[in-house]
C-alpha cells in the first residue's frame, strides 16, 4: 500500500490523471478548524498548470470540494476530511498508443509489468503530476495550521539546467526576498536565465532539470523520532512521492562529504537564552531530532522525460524494439511547478510530527 | 516509533551503545531457511572496528547469539526471531562530561531535548553507530534469502574526502571488481589515496566524509508501489536510518538536475527477449517499481562529527557558552564501516519488498 | 487513526451522516478486475433503510459512485477505488436540541469530550449508522473476490428480543437454508416473532437487541498470523467497528466456557483425503489460524439506543441534569440491517488476510 | 505479522516454549521512568505455573532481564526496552510424537499448515501460553505508569465451569474486595466450588473453561477513536491474542442483545460537579471514546485443549485418523493463570490510548 502520508496527520491519496476525480482523505487533523479555502486555492494555483508560458498549455480548474470532515459551522470535526477535484479537459486518445510501447523515463513499463497491463494508461495514470494536486491541497490545510505554530515552510528554485539561484545563509534564509511572481527564486537574474533554458528546451522539443530548496522555520526542537522515523527518513519517504525526484538532501547533503569535521560541524551557542548552531550545515535535525534551526531540504528533479523528439522503446506486445514519438502536451521542466508541490510534502510530514508531540 | 523497518521483513532494533546487549527481532522471515551463521558472521566483521588503523581502536566482537524463532532443526519456524549481541568493552566515563556539553554534529542535544535528559549519554546512548549491528544480522540474514533469489546486493566507497573511485557502468555494475581489501573500490589507487586522506585527518585530530554507491542486480520487474511506498521511498527511509547520511541519490541523482530529457531518458530495448534499459541512469526504479535494472542508490555521510580537536558548544545546565574537546576513540571516517551497513539497509528493504510481493 | 480496516485489503472510510457525501477508499484491490455494480447495490439495498416495517422510514438511495481506481476499460487498475455516497434526505434541524443534552446509548457525550464540542451533532456524525453504507460497498466488493475463490460468507439472524432462530450445524453451515425475504433466519417461525417483537418495541417507543451470527466457507486452511494479528483478532476489531456491538465470539465462544476439553474440543479426521475437524466447536480458527472449517462469529447488538420514550440525562453546558427526549426516524432494532453489515466486515477481513497470504 | 501490539506503547513478542529465551520490545515508553522490578516481578508470579495444586506442576522462574532501554541511574531512556526471560525446564521430548499428529483443539495442525512443516512444535511453539509471560512484563510496567495517572486494572474469575462468582457493580465494581489468595474471586465459596471443579477435571483427565472479567478505573472520558480504533476494537484485539479466548464482550455484553433500549440505556447525571452515567451497562465507552465510567470487559476462556484422555486426530504424514494421548502437564484449567493475563493485555492497551492522548 502506498498512498497514505503520515502517522499522524493521515492524508491518503487517490485518483489517476484522467478518472472522474482525484483527491484525498485526511485524518487526524485537529477538531475546530475552519480551512482557509482561499489560502488553499493560492497555494494549490501556484502549481496548476497554464498560467505561464514556462508549463503545458494545459489548464487545470483544481477547485476543491470538501465531501466529508466538517460540522455544520464549517469547522472540522474530528473525522476523516475528503476533498475531492474534478478531472476535466481531458484528451485520453493522446495516450492510446502508449499501451503498447512504453514512455522512456516513466512508469508505463513498470506499471504494466506490476498490474499486469491493467494499468490505467490515461495521462500517465495514478503516476501522474496531476496527483499533486490533492497532495497539495492536504499540505496547504497543513500550512495553514503551521502558520498557528509559528512554522513557516518555504521553497525556491536553486538550479535548473545548471543554472544556480543566489546561495542562502541556511542558518537564517531569506524566506521572504524568495520572489512570487514568475520562479520562485532570491536571485530574479538568475530566474531570467533558468526561464530562458526552459523556453530553449522547449523550442528543441527537450525538457531540462532542476533542484528545489525547501526551508522551514520556527520549529521547535526535540521533534522526530530516532532511527527510521526521523526527520530526514520521513520527508525523504514524502519527497521521493513527487513524480521525477531523484535525490534528497539535508543540509549541506552531498557537499558535506567532502568536508572535515572541523568544517562541518555547527558550534553551540547561546543567543537569547536559546541553545542554538552558529552554523545551519546540519540542515535542522540531528539524530533525526530537530535541533531547532530551520529545516534545510533539497529535492532533485530529472528533466521531464516526456519530450517531443523521438525516442527509442519497445513493443511489449511484439516484444520487439520500437521508435515513439510522445504526443500530448507537457511541461517542458517540472521544477516551477514542484516548488509548492515540495513545500506541501514538507508541511504535510512537518504537521505529522508536530500532532505526534502534540505541539499542534 | 521509529526502530521498526520493513513491512513484510520487519526489523525491529533495539540498544544503545552501552546496554547489556544490542539486538533486533525480525518478523516475516519465510518458515524453513537455516541461518548461515559462517556468512552473517563475516558479514558483520566488515563492519566491526578494530581490524584496520583507518578506523577506531576499539574492538568489538559481535558475535549475535539467536534467542528465539528457530526450531530443533535450528530452521527459522514462523515466530519472530530476535539475536543479540552482548556490548562489551565499553568505557562509559568517557563521555559524563558530555551530560552538559552537546558534541556539535552529534545528538547529545537534540536527545536531551526530546527526552527531557533522560537519554542515555554513554557511547551516544541509542544514536550510536553500533545499533547498526544488529541492522547488519538482519541484513546479512537478508542477503542470505536474496541469493536464494538470485538477487546480489553490493556497494562500495564511490568517494571520500573529495577523491574518487572509478567510474562504473549503470546498467552493468562491475560488482566482482570491487576490491574486499583495504577500501571497496574499482580503483586501488583511488582507495590507497582515500587510505591516505583518512590517515592525515586522524592525524590532524579531524574527520572526513564520502559517498558509498550500492548496487543491487537480479531483481524482478514490478516490485514496489506508487507514490509513498516505492523503492526509492523506502531506500531512502532505511538508509537515512544510518548515522551520519545527509543525501540520498539514485541513479543519476543530483546529476539528472542538470541533464535534458533527451540525455537522461533511458531508451528501451529488447535484450534476449527481455525487455531492458540500453543504460540505467534511473537507477532500477521508474514510478517507484523496478524496471528489471539494477538498482543504483547513492548515499552521503558527513565527516564524523567527534573529532579531537576543540570544539564550540555551551553548557546546556548553566545555559552559557563552553568549549568542548570530545574524548574516547572515534572512526576518522565512517564511510569504510558504513559500507556493508549500507548494503544491510538495501538488502533489508530489497528482500521486504520480494516477500511483500510473494516472490521470496 | 481509525477510519482504516485491513492491511493488504485497505478500507479508509470518510463521511459524516449529513456531510455532503460519505465514502471509502479502497486500496489492494487486484488489477483488473470489474466491480459487479448490479451484485454491489442489490448488496447495499439489503442495508438501506426504508425498505421495511421493521426499519427506520428515513429512505436512502446508497447509490454508490466510483471516482477513480478503473481504468478506460471499467478495471480496477491497481489505483485506490474512491467509491461515494450522496447524503440526501437529511433533518438536521431534529438533533439540534443534542448539541446541548447528550443521548443516552450515543457517542454525543464523549464525541464533545474528544472533539471538544467540535464534533458534527447532526444525524450522529460520523457515529451514525449510516457511515456502515460505504463498509457494505467495500464488503459487497470483497465477496465479489471472494466467490471468485469459492468463499461465500453468509449471515443470519440469531436472535432478536431474546427470540432464537433454529440452532445450526456449524460444521456444515446452511447457509443456502437463510431467507432472503423478511428477516433472514433459518426458521420462517421464529423470524415472524422476531418481526413481532420489534414492532410491538416500536410502538411502546422502545427497542430491542439481537445477535448475528456469520458464517465464511470455503477458505482455505492456513491463513492468519499468531498472537495478535490473528483470524478473530481481526474479526473482532472490524466487527467492534460496527455501532452498537457489545460482544464478539468465535465457534461456541461463551459457552464454550462451561465445557469439559473433552467435550470442545473437535476431533480431526480425514475425509476425501483432506484434514478436516469432525465438529466445528472451535468456529474455523485454532492459534488465530485457519483450519479450513466454516469461520463462524457472532455479534451482540445492544438494543438501539435512540428511542422515543423520555430518558435522562444532563445539560452539559449548564452541567446539571435534565430530561431528553429523541426526535427524529430511528431503526427500533438495528439487528436486520446489521446482517449484511457483518457478512462486509467479515468479507473485508478475510480478503484482507488472502490477499497477504497471496491466495486472492 | 502479529506480534505487535499498540500504537504508541508498542509491545513486540517474540519467542516460543523451548527457545533459548522469550521476551518483549518495547517502544513508547516515557523517558524517565525507573521501572519497579518488585511489583513487575510480584505481577508477573501471578500468572507463572508451579504455584498451585490448579495450575499445572512445571515451575517457571519468570525473572525477566532488562537488556536495553534504561540509561546509567536505571531509568528508561527513550529507547525501546528488551527485556527477557530464559526458559529452562524444557522437556521437548514430550512433543515429538506430536509432529504428525496434531493435538485437538491445538494450533499445531494450523501451525504446521501456514509454516510448512517448519513450525515450532516443542511446547506448543509459539503458541504456547509460555508467551503470556513477556506480555505480563509489559502489562505490568503499564501498571505501573498507569496507576501514577490513577488509573486501575483488576480482574477476576468470573465463571469456572458454569460457577459464577457474585454480581459487582458495574459502576462502582469492588476492586479492592477481589480476593489475593486462592481464586480471585469476589466470593470465597464460589472460589472454593470453582477449585473443586476444576481439581475434579483434573482428576477425570479432563479440562474445564471459564470467564474472566476485567475493570479498569480512573480513565478520563475521550479517550480512543471512532470505528475501527475504539476502545473495544482495540481492547478485543489484544485479548484474543490470549490463547483459548473464544469471546470478548463489554459492558453487559452478549446480555444487552436480550434487553431493550429502556433497560439498558444508562442515564447520564450530574455528580460532584462531573457528569456520569447512573449505571455501567455500556461498559465504559460509547461510540469507542471512553465516558469516564469504569471499563467492564469479559473473556471467555475454552477448556484447556491439552487433556489426558485419549482423542481422535489424525496422522498428518500418512493421511489417515489415528489417536492420541497427550502427555506433558497442563493446566486442567486455564483461567486462574488467565487473570493477569488479561490485566496486562487491558493495561498495555489502555496506556497505549493514554499515552496517544498525551495524557500519560
Given at each position: 500500500?502506498?498512498?497514505?502520508?503520515?502517522?499522524?496527520?493521515?492524508?491518503?491519496?487517490?485518483?489517476?490523471?484522467?478518472?472522474?476525480?482525484?483527491?484525498?482523505?485526511?485524518?487526524?487533523?485537529?477538531?475546530?478548524?475552519?480551512?482557509?479555502?482561499?489560502?488553499?486555492?493560492?497555494?494549490?494555483?501556484?502549481?496548476?498548470?497554464?498560467?505561464?508560458?514556462?508549463?503545458?498549455?494545459?489548464?487545470?480548474?483544481?477547485?476543491?470540494?470538501?465531501?466529508?470532515?466538517?460540522?455544520?459551522?464549517?469547522?472540522?470535526?474530528?473525522?476523516?476530511?475528503?476533498?475531492?477535484?474534478?478531472?476535466?479537459?481531458?484528451?485520453?486518445?493522446?495516450?492510446?498508443?502508449?499501451?503498447?510501447?512504453?514512455?522512456?523515463?516513466?512508469?508505463?513499463?513498470?506499471?504494466?509489468?506490476?498490474?499486469?497491463?491493467?494499468?490505467?494508461?490515461?495521462?500517465?495514470?495514478?503516476?501522474?503530476?496531476?496527483?499533486?494536486?490533492?497532495?497539495?491541497?492536504?499540505?496547504?490545510?497543513?500550512?495553514?495550521?503551521?502558520?498557528?505554530?509559528?512554522?513557516?515552510?518555504?521553497?525556491?528554485?536553486?538550479?535548473?539546467?545548471?543554472?544556480?539561484?543566489?546561495?542562502a545563509d541556511l542558518a537564517?534564509?531569506?524566506?521572504?526576498?524568495?520572489?512570487?511572481?514568475?520562479?520562485?527564486t532570491l536571485d530574479g537574474?538568475?530566474?531570467?536565465?533558468?526561464?530562458?533554458?526552459?523556453?530553449?528546451?522547449?523550442?528543441?522539443?527537450?525538457?531540462?532539470?532542476?533542484?528545489?530548496?525547501?526551508?522551514?522555520?520556527?520549529?521547535?526542537?526535540?521533534?522526530?523520532?530516532?532511527?527510521?522515523?526521523?526527520?530526514?527518513?520521513?520527508?525523504?519517504?514524502?519527497?521521493?512521492?513527487?513524480?521525477?525526484?531523484?535525490?534528497?538532501?539535508?543540509?549541506?547533503?552531498?557537499?558535506?562529504?567532502?568536508?572535515?569535521?572541523?568544517?562541518?560541524?555547527?558550534?553551540?551557542?547561546?543567543r537569547q537564552g536559546r541553545?542554538?548552531?552558529?552554523?545551519?550545515?546540519?540542515?535542522?535535525?540531528?539524530?533525526?531530532?530537530?535541533?531547532?534551526?530551520?529545516?534545510?531540504?533539497?529535492?532533485?528533479?530529472?528533466?521531464?522525460?516526456?519530450?517531443?523528439?523521438?525516442?527509442?522503446?519497445?513493443?511489449?506486445?511484439?516484444?520487439?524494439?520500437?521508435?515513439?514519438?510522445?504526443?500530448?502536451?507537457?511541461?517542458?521542466?517540472?521544477?516551477?511547478?514542484?516548488?509548492?508541490?515540495?513545500?506541501?510534502?514538507?508541511?504535510?510530514?512537518?504537521?505529522?510530527?508536530?500532532?505526534?508531540?502534540?505541539?499542534?
Amino acid at each position: 500500500m502506498s498512498n497514505l502520508l503520515g502517522n499522524s496527520y493521515r492524508v491518503t491519496i487517490f485518483g489517476q490523471s484522467h478518472s472522474p476525480m482525484i483527491g484525498a482523505v485526511i485524518e487526524g487533523i485537529p477538531a475546530g478548524i475552519v480551512p482557509d479555502m482561499g489560502f488553499i486555492g493560492a497555494f494549490m494555483a501556484r502549481r496548476a498548470p497554464g498560467g505561464s508560458p514556462l508549463s503545458t498549455p494545459r489548464s487545470e480548474t483544481d477547485a476543491p470540494r470538501i465531501l466529508s470532515g466538517l460540522n455544520d459551522r464549517g469547522e472540522t470535526c474530528g473525522a476523516p476530511l475528503c476533498a475531492v477535484i474534478e478531472n476535466g479537459n481531458a484528451r485520453s486518445r493522446d495516450y492510446d498508443s502508449l499501451r503498447d510501447v512504453p514512455r522512456p523515463g516513466h512508469a508505463d513499463f513498470t506499471a504494466a509489468v506490476k498490474f499486469a497491463g491493467h494499468n490505467d494508461i490515461r495521462g500517465g495514470g495514478q503516476f501522474s503530476g496531476r496527483l499533486t494536486a490533492p497532495l497539495c491541497f492536504a499540505g496547504a490545510l497543513a500550512m495553514q495550521l503551521l502558520s498557528e505554530k509559528g512554522v513557516r515552510v518555504r521553497a525556491r528554485v536553486k538550479r535548473i539546467a545548471g543554472i544556480e539561484d543566489a546561495p542562502a545563509d541556511l542558518a537564517d534564509p531569506p524566506i521572504d526576498a524568495i520572489s512570487e511572481h514568475g520562479l520562485p527564486t532570491l536571485d530574479g537574474e538568475a530566474a531570467r536565465r533558468m526561464a530562458g533554458a526552459i523556453l530553449d528546451a522547449r523550442e528543441k522539443g527537450d525538457s531540462v532539470g532542476g533542484v528545489v530548496e525547501c526551508f522551514a522555520t520556527g520549529l521547535p526542537a526535540g521533534l522526530g523520532e530516532p532511527m527510521f522515523d526521523g526527520v530526514e527518513n520521513r520527508l525523504a519517504r514524502a519527497l521521493f512521492g513527487i513524480p521525477a525526484v531523484r535525490g534528497v538532501e539535508f543540509g549541506l547533503g552531498f557537499a558535506a562529504a567532502d568536508m572535515h569535521g572541523s568544517d562541518h560541524n555547527d558550534p553551540f551557542r547561546v543567543r537569547q537564552g536559546r541553545i542554538v548552531t552558529e552554523t545551519n550545515r546540519h540542515g535542522g535535525a540531528l539524530g533525526g531530532i530537530t535541533t531547532g534551526m530551520p529545516i534545510v531540504v533539497r529535492a532533485a528533479f530529472k528533466p521531464t522525460p516526456s519530450i517531443a523528439l523521438p525516442q527509442r522503446s519497445v513493443s511489449m506486445g511484439r516484444s520487439e524494439d520500437a521508435e515513439l514519438t510522445v504526443g500530448g502536451r507537457h511541461d517542458p521542466c517540472v521544477v516551477p511547478r514542484a516548488v509548492p508541490v515540495v513545500e506541501a510534502a514538507v508541511a504535510c510530514t512537518l504537521l505529522d510530527m508536530l500532532l505526534e508531540a502534540k505541539e499542534a
